[in-house]
């Protein structure tokens, strides 16, 4: 109970004070409000550029880009996978676009274009002061969702902003056409090289392969294989008819006859047949026949130069089917389109001049009151002899 007694009696007299200032309140919030509402109209009389508070008039234009696309994307990818660098060949666009925007050349050339630096009469630091004109003013939002890029430009004059904005949508396809083509040509330049070097390790492959099938007299290392297998079976099958011939004969002949001594020179012959066969040795038209133990390693060599001369056709037909669709494609199918362009704003941005007159009111209002305890409390320090010797630094 004591301490609502307490809260109602400060309020009580806080609010005494205040309707002891009331005039002071109400003539400084009146005459807040109405200067405010004479500056807004008299700023929305005068012309935009004498106006102390002109209207902001704010033209946008919208640009799709196509992010992502295959073309660029297949083509980065095809490249590096045959070990060329394409570079920037999976940029972003709508970033790169926006770096387009904010670079130097590009601010510069809009500067020249609508004489910037006469149009706001700058005189000091000409190009820093123009550019911040140009950029301050501008802004630039990227939708990723939807892949659109908005570029806008604010200033009081409306027909200005909409032409300002739809000179940097053209300036700015220009530029992308432009580095189109020059890009194009670079990837098309690549590939060139990159098909002269396919094509070198081709006939490389197939002069190592001639070679190889020359000094072999085959076509094929299975082909040696075959015939090795071929005439070992048959001399091997050969040698046992002879020693089991040289064993029937022994056991009713227990001298050296001519037959028998036949016999054994035929087994013989077809030991060293074998064993030269197992070696190997160059035949009379010139081949030469490996051994035993060179033949795993020679199909293994074979084998590995086909498997390299399939890869590397395969390859060279790929890049050569994508070089012939990049010379096809044009350049003037650009990277982005624009959904709109921009026009004549009708309506104003800013400011809003209602809610500068609320604003300016209510601050008022708080500053009074709060000038009301001001005045309250200087007044109480005056009638209060102890306190106005303390700020006189006098001894109490």
């Given at each position: 109970?004591?301490n609502?007694?307490?809260?109602?009696?400060?309020?009580?007299?806080?609010?005494?004070?205040?309707l002891?200032?009331?005039?002071?309140?109400?003539i400084?919030?009146?005459?807040a409000?109405?200067?405010?509402?004479?500056?807004?109209?008299?700023?929305?009389?005068?012309?935009?550029?004498?106006?102390?508070?002109?209207?902001?008039?704010?033209?946008?234009?919208?640009?799709?880009?196509?992010e992502?696309?295959?073309?660029?994307?297949?083509?980065?990818?095809?490249?590096?996978?045959?070990?060329v660098?394409?570079?920037g060949?999976?940029?972003?666009?709508?970033?790169?676009?926006?770096?387009?925007?904010?670079?130097?050349?590009?601010?510069?050339?809009?500067?020249?274009?609508?004489?910037?630096?006469?149009?706001?009469?700058?005189?000091?630091?000409l190009k820093?002061?123009?550019?911040?004109?140009?950029?301050?003013?501008?802004e630039?939002s990227?939708?990723?969702?939807?892949?659109?890029?908005?570029?806008?430009f604010?200033?009081?004059?409306?027909?200005?902003?909409a032409?300002?904005?739809?000179?940097?949508?053209s300036?700015?396809?220009?530029?992308?056409?432009?580095?189109?083509?020059?890009?194009?040509?670079?990837q098309?330049?690549?590939m060139?090289?990159?098909?002269?070097e396919?094509s070198?390790?081709?006939?490389?492959?197939?002069?190592?392969?001639?070679?190889?099938?020359?000094?072999?007299?085959?076509?094929?290392?299975?082909?040696?294989?075959?015939?090795?297998?071929?005439?070992?079976?048959?001399?091997r099958?050969?040698?046992?008819?002879?020693?089991?011939?040289?064993s029937d004969?022994?056991e009713?002949?227990?001298?050296?006859d001519?037959?028998?001594?036949i016999?054994?020179?035929?087994?013989?012959?077809?030991?060293?047949?074998?064993?030269?066969?197992?070696?190997?040795?160059?035949?009379s038209?010139?081949r030469?026949?490996?051994?035993?133990?060179e033949?795993?390693?020679?199909s293994?060599?074979?084998?590995?130069?086909?498997?390299e001369?399939?890869?590397?056709?395969q390859?060279?037909?790929?890049?050569?089917?994508?070089?012939?669709?990049?010379?096809?494609?044009?350049?003037?199918e650009?990277?982005?389109?624009?959904l709109?362009?921009?026009?004549?704003?009708e309506?104003?941005?800013?400011?809003?001049?209602?809610?500068?007159?609320m604003?300016?009111?209510?601050?008022?209002?708080?500053?009074?009151?709060?000038?009301?305890f001001?005045?309250?409390?200087?007044?109480?320090?005056?009638?209060?002899?102890?306190k106005?010797?303390?700020?006189?630094?006098?001894?109490?």
């Amino acid at each position: 109970m004591e301490n609502e007694r307490t809260l109602l009696e400060g309020l009580l007299f806080y609010t005494a004070i205040l309707l002891k200032y009331k005039k002071l309140i109400v003539i400084t919030t009146a005459v807040a409000a109405v200067g405010v509402v004479i500056f807004s109209v008299i700023s929305l009389v005068l012309p935009p550029d004498k106006s102390p508070l002109p209207n902001v008039y704010r033209a946008y234009a919208v640009v799709i880009f196509q992010e992502g696309g295959s073309s660029a994307a297949g083509m980065s990818s095809m490249l590096s996978a045959f070990g060329v660098d394409s570079a920037g060949g999976s940029t972003d666009s709508s970033q790169l676009a926006m770096q387009v925007l904010r670079s130097r050349p590009f601010v510069d050339n809009v500067v020249e274009n609508f004489n910037i630096i006469e149009k706001f009469e700058i005189e000091k630091k000409l190009k820093t002061n123009s550019r911040e004109v140009i950029l301050n003013n501008s802004e630039y939002s990227y939708n990723r969702d939807s892949g659109a890029l908005t570029i806008s430009f604010s200033d009081i004059d409306p027909t200005f902003t909409a032409d300002l904005v739809n000179y940097e949508v053209s300036l700015l396809e220009e530029w992308f056409l432009k580095e189109g083509v020059t890009i194009q040509s670079k990837q098309i330049s690549m590939m060139e090289e990159k098909l002269s070097e396919l094509s070198s390790e081709i006939s490389d492959i197939e002069s190592r392969i001639e070679a190889f099938q020359k000094e072999h007299g085959v076509l094929d290392i299975m082909e040696i294989a075959t015939a090795r297998s071929v005439m070992l079976n048959e001399l091997r099958t050969g040698l046992n008819q002879v020693e089991l011939e040289i064993s029937d004969y022994s056991e009713y002949s227990t001298i050296e006859d001519p037959a028998l001594t036949i016999l054994k020179n035929q087994r013989n012959n077809i030991i060293t047949q074998i064993k030269r066969i197992e070696r190997g040795y160059i035949g009379s038209d010139g081949r030469r026949m490996p051994s035993q133990e060179e033949l795993p390693q020679l199909s293994l060599n074979f084998a590995h130069m086909q498997a390299e001369l399939s890869l590397q056709t395969q390859l060279y037909q790929t890049l050569s089917e994508r070089y012939e669709v990049t010379k096809l494609t044009t350049a003037e199918e650009g990277v982005f389109s624009v959904l709109e362009y921009a026009e004549v704003p009708e309506e104003k941005e800013e400011p809003s001049r209602g809610k500068l007159c609320m604003l300016t009111t209510f601050g008022a209002f708080a500053v009074s009151i709060v000038l009301a305890f001001l005045l309250n409390m200087i007044s109480g320090i005056v009638k209060d002899p102890h306190k106005t010797n303390i700020l006189k630094g006098e001894k109490v």
